[in-house]
């Protein structure tokens, strides 16, 4: 499986890496604005809120009919372009500083809607992170996708995936095959060492 971004990534690279049997999840940011995306200026105003922390992002209010609008536009990007499946990010602004009172379940709301949309389209799709919501959004995502679970002691959070047959791929950006392998294969995660610029260099843990 590959997973890469969706605007920065044609069709004709996506139709060469399905043709070599690779299987291509494309990524988005589903809950933040990025002003460098050629869709940015459809995303309300109204709906951009605080800066995300460590990244030259905005949080997004998920409830808003705009937002949502630009996310099915984007799903209908990835349909289009030949992606087999999508990574939207940030599904997980509830549990932040947005801007916007957002609650436990308008993140359930979106995060559903998300599910939904992609599977209209004939995508699958990852929850990505958004730990405290595994158990209630298990059923409506094919596979899970995280980040430092391991670092931060939350690995056990996405049993209810493993549990299901459902993949778990997951990425530690600290320590050694020895270090983090031995902790994560007996949880049935797919994990991968990788530097946080996300260049080439990786170690897997089923190598």
Known sequence: ????????????????????????????????????????????????????????????????????????????????????????????????????????????????FLASAAHQRGLSIALKNDLDQVKDLEPFFDFAINEECLQWNECDMLSPFIAKGKAVFHTEYEGDATTVCAKTAPLQLSTLIKRLDLDAWYIACWE
């Open 1 to 112: 499986m590959f997973d890469i971004d969706l605007f920065d990534n044609s069709s004709e690279t996506i139709a060469q890496l399905k043709a070599m049997g690779r299987v291509v999840i494309c990524y988005f940011s589903a809950g933040s604005y990025e002003d460098w995306r050629a869709d940015a200026s459809d995303i309300p105003v109204a709906a951009r809120g605080l800066k995300m922390s460590g990244w030259n992002e905005l949080w997004l209010d998920v409830r808003d009919a705009g937002v949502r609008e630009v996310m099915v536009g984007r799903l209908d990007l990835a349909k289009t372009k030949g992606c087999d499946g999508v990574e939207p990010d940030n599904v997980d602004g509830y549990s932040n500083r947005t801007g916007f009172p957002l609650t436990f379940d308008d993140q359930l709301d979106y995060n559903k």
